[in-house]
């Protein structure tokens, strides 16, 4: 019997309330898919080899780079190329789902507090 | 200036109208990202070297193996594990966005009418 299952985005969200600690769902081909909440602005940070998309579950957030700012809502996702700095800003919680290379550090290049190096799987 | 654009699934599903037709909407880390509509049965098939995420921006489909059927709804996501044989299933239209490697065939190992090397890019 195959292990194989289906994901469910909302049951799994509502497994966790912290907001900019992202947990794991799943993997494929060296990518993981990611799931976070966001609240508030994250830190100004880029990764030098990866790039990483970001899908809007449910709300919107502001994508800020710095030479603009992208509105993201949901339904809609934009791709961050590997070496741009780019700051997500979010005035009310956001869920959002991402995915980049396994070994992507949330903070990228900028290590704080905020930085998660083990990523939970849910 | 960056050029990095956000993208509306719903705005890109509306471009195309054929079944079983992929579109690509984005790139990242040597994946792709495709926007697809599917009804009625697909082939069976499966990837050699690639794992398949799909997931359902809206409707619903069963996604058949061997051993069993899984129902894949709207804000549910299924990773298909390279080497595994699948089989797409849709009672009615259904609108999916994909993630795999650039290289991804639609039909995998089983080649037929409904093969496309090329995918549009919109």
Redesign the interface.
Known sequence: ??T???????EKFDLFHDHYHPRMI??????K?ILAKLKGPFVWHSHAN????FYV?KGWFN?E?R??T????E???????RG?EHRPVAEEEVHVML???LDTINTGDAVSELTRKEVDRI
Chains 1, 2 share one sequence.
């Open positions: 019997m195959n194989i299952e289906k994901i469910n985005l909302a799943g993997t494929l081909n060296g990518q898919v990866e790039d990483e998309l579950v994508l780079f030479d603009k992208v509105r993201v809502g339904g809609e996702m934009i791709i961050v190329p741009v995915f980049e290379p």
